[in-house]
């Protein structure tokens, strides 16, 4: 299961880094799948290797096979980032097309709003500015006025429609990313900043773990590293304990003809001497 488990994940971050750097060099997509698929497998190589003799191998191939190891984990993060990255925006291109169109037809319905106000108090102005005797005038004035408001109504209205529509376009198109709208609510962000912060805790632990677990599948297949390190630890112990326990002889023999000398010589004298 550790084997399995290993290899399944390994070859996921692998297929997803892969994809994702042949869409960073499409100009190259065959040489650069190529290139990273014998990478990906270097990397386990490497991991399994290190592990097996790492206290075989001399210090310059140890680092250097560590550090091509961690960066190969980090390319492959931004491999899967760049994948995880195209997919979000292929499902989202169309919700943020519509919602800058939304945003555009949003902005145009304030400015007529704010055009018909203007017109009505010019229309005001220029009707009180007129004396109260001058009905005709102010009859025309209206004529003149009336048409221009009645084509800023018609295109306000034209404008909500729009809107409308649009906004029902946007709520089933937005199934697709329902998900992160929800989130992005919910913590009082963006959607962008929401699908970027999950994407980072995805390729956190998604390669480290194919890594970490190729490794536990190296212990469980070579149990005998584990019994030879238990044997040294056990013998050092063995050789602390022997020598603790001739240590503590010593002082119990030294100890117990010390007592012997001196109780012999109260014997002898009868009185203990001084000291």
């Not at 190891?69 to 980032?81: D, R």
């Not at 292929?90 to 400015?111: C, H, I, M, N, W």
């Not at 609510?185 to 890594?211: N, S």
């Not at 630890?233 to 012997?260: A, G, H, L, P, S």
């Amino acid at each position: 299961m550790v084997g399995f488990s290993a290899m399944f994940i390994a070859g996921c971050a692998a297929f997803f880094s892969i994809f994702g750097l042949s869409k960073l060099f499409a100009g190259a997509n065959l040489a650069v799948v190529f290139m990273a698929s014998s990478l990906e497998v270097g990397k386990l190589v490497a991991a399994s290797f290190l592990y097996r003799y790492w206290k075989k191998i001399n210090i310059t191939i140890k680092s250097y096979l560590t550090v091509g190891v961690i960066i190969l984990v980090l390319i492959t993060s931004a491999g899967i980032f760049g994948f995880l990255s195209n997919a979000y925006q292929g499902a989202t291109v169309e919700f943020e097309k519509q919602s800058t169109t939304l945003l555009y037809k949003e902005d145009r319905l304030e400015q007529l709003q704010e055009d018909k106000v203007y017109l009505k108090d010019e229309l005001e102005q220029s009707i009180a500015s007129l004396p109260d005797n001058y009905i005709t005038a102010k009859r025309k004035l209206r004529e003149d006025y009336n048409p221009k408001v009645l084509s800023v109504n018609d295109e306000i209205l034209k404008i909500k429609q729009e809107i409308g529509d649009l906004k029902v376009e946007l709520v089933e198109t937005g199934v697709d990313v329902g998900p992160a709208i929800y989130l992005a609510r919910a913590f009082g962000t963006d959607v962008d900043t929401v699908v970027k912060f999950f994407i980072f805790i995805l390729i956190f632990v998604f390669d480290p773990m194919a890594v970490s677990l190729v490794i536990a599948y190296n212990v469980t297949i070579n149990p005998t590293k584990i019994k030879e390190e238990n044997k040294t630890k056990n013998k050092k112990n063995n050789r602390i304990t022997e020598n603790k326990e001739i240590v503590m002889n010593v002082v119990n023999t030294d100890v117990k003809e010390t007592v012997d000398n001196e109780t012999g010589q109260i014997g002898k004298g009868g009185v203990r001497p001084s000291g």
